[in-house]
């Protein structure tokens, strides 16, 4: 009789802790829900932690326009020309004072306001970690267009992913900018799969470079990082459009990153934040009330 009962006794306690894990993961969206039914801006949430049943999204599979995000996957694709031989990070290039246009945000232009000699490793810094624009379509140019870096991602897999324009045509017209967008999921999925670095999708010396990059980043201090201990790494890359001139509205505060959790977990998080009435700071308290919501699940585990 013993060894019949024992399969029913398993069952009732797997049974037991999948719902208990469900219920966990749903009481994390609801508390999401509540911090964006609250707000007036369309906003799209993904999360995925280290085990299968640490994943939510909300509005997920939503476009959303990219803004600076795109930032990140064109240092990708940078480096992937790299890692293939066609180009190096000491290599040097030349941004005329031409290139430094005044509507574009530009530490390069600030510090160097006649131009000057970079190398590549020194453009994807500035262009990533302080979301430099001129440095971004300098980028751009050594791939040939804003589209090799769809492609490439393309190649990988990555379906809900659009590049078409760069940093210049999308700051000269605010329609355009939608014309570069991702979904949360799909921003979650390029994040895990290049961090996991799983198939050797980077060397480790881009690997290293890009990470270290990406948790030095600077701008966004009061998004995904705003509300978690000071000390915490942060993987991440911003993103803004700024308001619409006639209607106020703003089109996307963005952030998407790796959070690295005290036990040596992370998990990766995507937040876009549009069509938004609200201000700025409102804006991007929305994204640091989601990853505070996200941090105290996991630390709570």
Same mark, same amino acid.
């Not at 029913?8 to 993961?25: H, S």
């Given at each position: 009789?013993?060894?019949?009962? @024992? ?24 508390? #999401? ?24 999204? /909300? ?11 795109? $930032? ?17 990070? =000491? ?13 574009? &945000?530009?530490? /390069? ?7 000057? #000699?970079?190398?590549? !490793? ?6 990533? !970690? ?28 990555? $379906? ?13 017209? &605010? ?21 996991? *670095? ?9 690997? =290293?470079?890009? &990470? *270290?990059?990406? %948790?030095?980043?600077?701008?966004? $201090? ?9 000390? @915490? ?11 619409? %001139? ?16 005290? *036990?040596?977990?992370?998990? !990766? ?13 409102? *804006?991007? %308290?929305? /994204?640091?009330? #989601?990853?505070?919501?996200? &941090?105290?699940?996991?630390? =709570?585990?």
């Amino acid at each position: 009789m013993k060894v019949k009962k @024992t399969p029913l006794a398993l069952l009732v306690l797997f049974i037991f802790f999948t719902e208990g894990y469900a219920q966990e993961i749903e009481t994390l969206k609801l508390k #999401i829900e509540d911090v964006i039914n609250s707000k007036k801006a369309v906003v799209g949430v993904a999360i995925n932690g280290m085990e299968p049943k640490d994943t939510l999204s /909300i509005n997920g599979q939503g476009h959303f326009p990219m803004q600076s995000v795109f $930032k990140f996957p064109i240092a990708l694709t940078i480096l992937s020309e790299i890692d293939k031989g066609n180009l190096s990070l =000491d290599q040097k290039i030349e941004i005329k004072k031409s290139e430094l246009l005044p509507g574009l &945000w530009s530490p /390069i232009r600030e510090k160097h306001p006649e131009g000057g #000699i970079f190398t590549i !490793a020194e453009i994807i810094e500035y262009t990533v !970690a302080l979301s430099d624009n001129v440095g971004c379509d300098a980028l751009l140019r050594l791939l040939g267009e804003p589209q090799a870096v769809e492609n490439y991602f393309s190649s990988l897999g990555f $379906k809900d992913f659009a590049v078409k324009i760069n940093e210049e045509t999308m700051q000269g017209n &605010w329609d355009l900018q939608f014309l570069n967008w991702t979904t949360p999921k799909e921003a979650n999925k390029i994040l895990a799969a290049f961090y996991e *670095n799983k198939n050797g999708l980077l060397s480790k010396e881009s690997y =290293d470079f890009i &990470w *270290n990059i990406m %948790k030095g980043t600077k701008t966004g $201090k009061n998004r995904l990082r705003g509300q978690l201990p000071e000390e @915490t790494i942060v993987a991440h890359k911003t993103g803004w459009s700024g308001k619409h %001139k006639e209607t106020g509205i703003t089109a996307a505060v963005n952030n998407i990153g790796i959070v690295f959790l005290p *036990n040596g977990e992370y998990f !990766a998080i995507s937040v876009f934040v549009s069509e938004s009435p609200e201000d700025f700071e409102t *804006n991007e %308290k929305i /994204i640091a009330d #989601i990853s505070k919501a996200a &941090w105290d699940y996991f630390i =709570d585990k």
